[in-house]
């Protein structure tokens, strides 16, 4: 895909005064810095990840992207060591330590939850994932009508997956 696509895709017509853009591109970045930085609030869309394990289309409209869960598992993994680390030069005190380990823990423990659920997902439904991606990555967004025979794909795909 060429970088105009790429920007056009990311960019459409008239973006700096669309409500819709502006706000769609809030939730987003605010449900993956919440998957990144406070993954136990998403214990309700584990359950569904675990319950749906066999259902793409389920898993990929989870709260936060799988990115989110993935910087998630890594920045408590981080924030694990950090805290050893302190713990062991500077002598923080017990109960700081063991609440702050209990929280990176269950952090971890969710983020790795989804992140195998998916990762499972991706291995043994290929086909139905390469389709989702391809709906992604080719629908029209923020509402303008589609232009190339990608698509006009992509919105049969959608329109197909919601009947």
């Known amino acids: 895909?060429?970088?105009?696509s790429r920007l056009r895709d990311e960019f459409p017509r008239g973006w700096w005064c669309s409500a819709r853009w502006w706000i769609t591109g809030i939730r987003d970045l605010a449900l993956s810095t919440?998957?990144?930085v406070a993954t136990a609030v998403f214990v309700g869309e584990v359950k569904?990840?675990?319950?749906?394990?066999?259902?793409?289309?389920t898993l990929?409209?989870?709260?936060?992207?799988?990115?989110?869960?993935?910087?998630g598992l890594l920045g408590n993994s981080a924030g694990l060591v950090v805290l050893a680390t302190m713990a062991i030069e500077d002598?923080?005190?017990?109960?700081?330590?063991?609440?702050?380990?209990g929280w990176c823990l269950l952090?971890?423990?969710?983020?790795?939850t989804v992140f195998v659920a998916v990762a499972r997902s991706r291995i043994r439904q290929s086909a139905a994932w390469a389709e989702l991606d391809f709906v992604e990555?080719?629908?029209?967004?923020?509402?303008?009508?589609?232009?190339?025979?990608?698509e006009y794909r992509a919105q049969q795909l959608q329109e197909q997956a919601s009947e």
Do not use: W
């Open 91 to 101: 002598g923080l005190s017990v109960a700081l330590t063991a609440l702050l380990a």
């Open 60 to 71: 990929a409209r989870l709260s936060g992207t799988f990115e989110g869960y993935v910087a």
């Open 137 to 150: 990555q080719h629908a029209p967004k923020c509402g303008r009508p589609p232009e190339t025979i990608e």
């Open 48 to 57: 569904r990840a675990v319950r749906h394990r066999d259902k793409p289309r």
């Open 1 to 4: 895909m060429r970088l105009g």
């Open 34 to 36: 919440a998957a990144a």
């Open 107 to 112: 952090n971890i423990a969710i983020s790795a």
